[in-house]
């Protein structure tokens, strides 16, 4: 077993979304905020796939934002190979660190600027990171990683939007690629994209992470597609953690009410026959989320202290869940 | 032998630009029978939307249906006036689209766009209008529906304002919805509930359904016969099982194999390589050609029409006997 | 590995990017410029006034400003004639002092033409800098310098530029007032128009920020200025353009009121606005040409630059196209 390349710790992040002062004055509410994240630890091993899903508002961009420290934890940490990431970097440190991770986008286009070409797009990380490189010897550079993400060199005078969704997401994942990372986030990388189209990118991720030994944080909300890419997977609900667990295992004996219903509702493109499940209800407002546990309104195994107390993730087999019913071995 | 409901007969459509005139759809023939649900699926820009927009006379100008016709039973329905085709939609095509927002007034409240809708097809009194409007929200499944139905569209979750489309859409008792891409925008345990609502609704008005759509598996689940479109053409139809189980034309295998499934992990999946053309640059002969494992001399030169391969299975490619040119 | 295109043995460097005039040619905005008769007439319009204003010292028939070569005795010549006295022709006549309308006018838009253009210019460099200082901090900063803008929309143009007038009147010495009056005028003018190029590049700002390619910059490390210089200027320069072009006329119109009411440009540097004012006075007395000709050119350069930012606005609004 390979030693973790990050180390998510009891990661919290909270958004203000109160009304302006005045309103707030006006209408005597008093400040609003959203737990978009709350308490969620994970890690994940070098070389390894790590995979989030969840529904819409679940807190994965959240938690994708937070790794590569385009937003701050209100509370937690986020340690990176041994090194702590929250406490604000400077300098050539953080120099250092920052050249090691990167992040892809889901939505393609509005990842890439549009006034952009794109050999300027992929070049801007050997601009940041390696300076003393010259303007040919960046430019060959560029020419490489457009043949490896199966574009062409000539495809660099273009600019983004003469190319279709799939190939901006190679050029995304082009520049993700030229200061030479360990390790990318990848936030939805092909669901803007046709099943085809992901197929290709899905594939293309495959071949660089093998190639280049890369770690990733890969978030969907499609479960075929983590399946297909994770080792490792952790479910979503509501801003905390349902299930985790190696993704063999999980697929096979899902212990959270929340991660059977997901399993359920998906299609049955093979039709065996099978029959998606009615699921009841729908996620409810992160604003106003239930007390106890968050997915109480819409489980089948919901008692009354499911309403009261928040449950916490407890090991059960090769998984953790955070589920009453489970701890208490009622399923 | 019934009669079908709707048959669309070589019908094109042109986009007119500066570069030259843009053909979105290209000699689409099909027929969709009483009560059938027609998946229609294929990749972003392949025509689909644009179909279904000129079943229902809303394409958008510049663009125009350029050849063709279009039956509603034994009515030419594509060179109607606007006026009598405004009629048709709602009265006997019901629309609904991915967006709930766009389909939904947000400044009236739901109760008035159903009622509204109701009554400019059918001759019933406000009240008999707004029993019928509870009737079909109770139907879509959101409950409480007599209290609800006075709330406005922003009151209500994607997966509600959604429900409240289909009831907008059938609320006039159509023969055929045009279903664009109905779940796309709502999560996946909110996209099993739609997708039945839609189908038992369906089933129980009598109404045919036209569902277009990325979501392979939503067609595997809700639709009888399929139909794969390619660079504004149609590659395949066929019943859903036969395609889905054993797709004939090689770009519908290749989508099939593109799809990860749950069963398997880690691996890698099929792909196609390369991408579709830009629809005013698709390339002479087979417009599948330039990404086809399975491409020969023929393939190059001479375009396939979609054409019987087999009773009941249309498709265009040069591999099966019997497929004309185009 | 199955990728389209197998590794190249020696890798190959992206080609440099063809030139830009063949780029412009092709454009979209080209096309739909070709497409509208209005624009072509009024870019021609105002290409000429503006070629005439700049080109006025080598391609005006008369130096106004040179006493030498005026004759008091050409006064109010009518257009399209001799002079009584001299062999002085006229072609749209001479005002009171025998300078020739023609000329003045060339050397009036001249004057009006750079105050304009270096207000506008002045104002745009303030307003977006302010705009997307704003935009991309939000909070007090965005809250501070949008009220300022707020309070100086609130108050017409003109009114602003009279008082920083007056206070510049105040600060700066007699001696100096006339050589500074113009920069004065200019400063006047661009503080009263940033307020809205401010606004609008804030507004863009905002939406840029969130976009993921700023995102993305911000991940490798990339200073907040040269996000804000590089990455977001560029893509929100379009609506800047459009207003600048329409703030242009609105900019040379300002000069030509503050002229007019007398406290422009010195007497010594006639713009358009000095000229209405020194040719209104002949209106009624019958030398309608004094008048006439400044007015319409005026009109013509303020209307053609108007007419090019309308098209401007539409060529660069995608859903119109
Ligand atoms: N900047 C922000 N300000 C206020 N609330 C925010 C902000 N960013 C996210 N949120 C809220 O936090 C919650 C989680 O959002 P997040 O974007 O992480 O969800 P997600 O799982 O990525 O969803 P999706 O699948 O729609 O992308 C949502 O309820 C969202 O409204
Ligand atoms: N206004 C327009 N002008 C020119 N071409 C257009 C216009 N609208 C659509 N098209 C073209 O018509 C083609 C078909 O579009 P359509 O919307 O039917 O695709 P689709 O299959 O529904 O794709 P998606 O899955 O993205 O909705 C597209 O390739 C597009 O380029
Ligand atoms: S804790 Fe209770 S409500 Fe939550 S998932 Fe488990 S059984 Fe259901
Ligand atoms: S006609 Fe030829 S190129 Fe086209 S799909 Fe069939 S085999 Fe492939
Ligand atoms: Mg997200
Ligand atoms: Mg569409």
Redesign the interface.
């Known amino acids: 077993m390979s030693e973790p390349l990050l180390d998510v710790r009891h990661l919290s992040r909270r958004f203000d979304v109160s009304p302006p002062w005045l309103n707030r004055k006006l209408e005597r509410t008093g400040k609003v905020y959203v737990n978009a994240v709350k308490d969620v630890s994970f890690s994940v091993k070098r070389g390894e796939t790590f995979a989030l899903v969840g ?2 508002g679940s807190g994965k961009t959240t938690i994708a934002r937070l790794i590569v420290g385009l937003l701050e934890p209100t509370e937690g940490e986020i340690v990176f190979d041994g090194q702590s990431l929250s406490r604000g970097l400077q300098g050539r440190e953080a120099r250092r660190l920052r050249r090691r991770f990167q992040m892809i986008f889901q939505d393609p286009l509005a990842s890439l600027n549009p006034r952009w070409r794109v050999t300027d797009i992929i070049a801007e990380p050997l601009r940041a990171f390696e300076r003393g490189m010259n303007d040919r010897a960046r430019r060959l550079r560029v020419g490489e990683l457009l043949t490896l993400v199966g574009l062409s060199p000539e495809d660099g005078v273009k600019f983004p939007h003469q190319f ?4 901006r997401q190679r050029i995304a994942i082009a520049r993700a690629l030229a200061a030479k990372p360990e390790f990318i986030v990848c936030d939805e990388p092909t669901s803007a994209l ?7 990118i ?2 293309l991720m ?1 071949d660089l992470q093998d190639e280049f030994g890369l770690t990733y944080v890969f978030i969907s ?5 983590v ?3 994770a ?1 490792e997977i952790g479910v979503l609900y509501l801003g905390r953690l349902a299930e985790v667990g190696e ?2 295992a999980l ?1 096979e004996h899902p212990r959270h009410p929340y991660t059977r ?3 359920d ?7 065996t026959g099978r029959r ?4 009841e209800g ?2 409810p407002s992160p604003l106003r989320p239930p007390p106890g546990c968050p997915f109480n309104p819409r489980c089948p195994f919901a008692n009354d202290r499911c309403r009261i107390e928040v449950p916490g993730l407890t090991p059960v087999g090769l998984q953790a869940a955070a589920c009453h019913a489970v701890e208490e071995g009622r399923i | 032998m019934t009669e079908p409901l709707l048959s669309v007969r070589n019908l094109a459509v042109e986009f007119p630009t ?1 570069h030259g005139i843009l053909t979105a759809v290209q000699d689409i023939s099909f027929d969709i029978m009483p009560g059938e649900v027609l998946g229609m699926v294929g ?2 820009g392949a025509g689909k939307s644009m179909t279904g927009a000129a079943i229902i006379g809303l394409i958008e100008p510049p663009g125009r249906i350029a050849r063709g016709e279009i039956w509603l039973r034994d009515q030419r329905i594509d060179n109607l006036p606007p006026e009598k085709m405004r009629k048709i939609r709602g009265r006997h095509i019901g629309m609904i689209f991915q967006d709930p927002l766009t389909s939904l007034n947000p400044l009236y409240r739901i109760s008035d766009q159903l009622i509204e809708t109701i009554r400019t097809h059918l001759p019933v009194s406000r009240d008999e209008a707004r029993k019928r409007a509870v009737k079909l929200l109770d139907d879509v499944g959101i409950p409480d529906a007599s209290r609800r139905i006075d709330d406005y569209p922003h009151q209500f ?1 994607g ?2 304002r959604q429900r409240v489309v289909i009831a907008l859409a059938l609320c006039a008792g159509p023969e055929l919805v045009i279903a664009d891409e109905p779940t796309t925008a709502l ?7 739609i997708i ?1 609502v839609m189908k038992e609704l369906c089933a129980e008005h009598g109404a045919a359904i036209m569902l277009v759509t ?5 067609i ?2 809700a639709a009888d016969r399929v139909a794969v479109m390619y660079a504004g053409r149609l590659a395949e139809i066929g019943p ?2 036969d395609v ?2 054993d797709a004939r034309h090689p770009y519908s295998q ?2 099939m ?20 053309p830009r629809l005013n640059a698709v390339p002479p002969g087979c417009p599948f050609n330039p990404r086809c494992p399975k491409v020969f001399d023929k393939c190059r030169t001479h375009r396939p029409a979609t054409s019987e391969i087999e009773p009941g299975r249309r498709a265009a490619c040069w591999l099966y006997p019997g497929v004309t040119e185009a | 590995m ?1 990728m ?1 295109n197998a590794p190249a043995a020696k890798p190959i460097a992206p080609p440099r990017p063809k030139g830009r005039l063949r780029q412009a040619l092709d454009s979209d905005i080209f ?1 739909s410029y070709r497409r509208s008769p209005v624009t072509i007439v009024a870019s021609i319009v105002a290409v000429s006034l503006i070629l005439m204003a700049i080109l006025a010292p080598w391609i005006a028939p008369h130096d106004p400003f040179n006493p030498a070569s005026l004759n008091l005795m050409d006064g109010f010549t009518p257009p399209m004639s001799q002079s009584a006295f001299g062999d002085n022709w006229f072609l749209m006549g001479a005002d009171n002092q025998g300078r020739d309308v023609f000329s003045t006018i060339m050397y009036g838009s001249r004057v009006s033409l750079f105050v304009g253009a270096m207000a506008t210019l002045f104002a745009i460099t303030l307003g977006v800098t302010l705009g997307l200082t704003a935009g991309y901090n939000g909070g007090t900063v965005d809250a501070i310098i949008m009220r300022i803008a707020d309070i100086q929309l609130s108050f017409p143009g003109i009114l602003i530029a009279l008082l920083i007038f007056g206070i510049a009147r105040g600060v700066i010495p007699a001696n100096q007032q006339e050589s500074m009056a113009i920069w004065v005028l200019i400063v006047a003018i661009g503080l009263s128009n940033w307020a809205q190029f401010a606004r609008t590049v804030r507004g863009a700002t905002m939406v840029e920020r969130q976009k993921d390619y700023v995102s993305a910059a911000r991940i490798i490390g990339v200073h907040p200025v040269l996000i804000l210089i590089r990455h977001i200027l560029p893509n929100v320069l379009g609506p800047v353009l459009v207003i600048g072009t329409i703030g242009l006329a609105l900019a040379i119109i300002e000069e030509a009121t503050l002229s007019f009411l007398g406290v422009g440009v010195p007497p010594t540097q006639p713009s358009l606005g000095t000229l209405i004012r020194i040719g209104q006075q002949y209106l009624f007395s019958g030398e309608w040409w004094i008048l006439f000709f400044p007015a319409v050119t005026l009109v013509l350069l303020a209307l053609s630059v108007n007419l090019l930012g309308d098209w401007l606005r539409d060529a660069l609004n995608p859903k119109l196209r």
């Open positions: 529904e819409s279709s969704g799939g190939q046709d099943v085809s189209v992901q197929a290709q899905l594939n495959k909300h499609n479960l075929q597609v399946r297909h890419m080792n993704s063999e697929f219903m997901l399993l509702a998906v299609p049955d493109i093979d039709m998606r499940k009615k699921v729908e996620i | 500066r990749e972003s979750s997966g509600m999560d996946v345990s909110v996209q099993a509930q039945e990325h979501d392979m598996g939503v595997a689940e859903v099982r889905i189980k290749g989508l194999g593109a799809i990860p499934r749950l069963g398997e992990s880690l691996e890698r999946l099929v792909h196609i390589p390369g991408s579709m | 199955t389209e096309y």
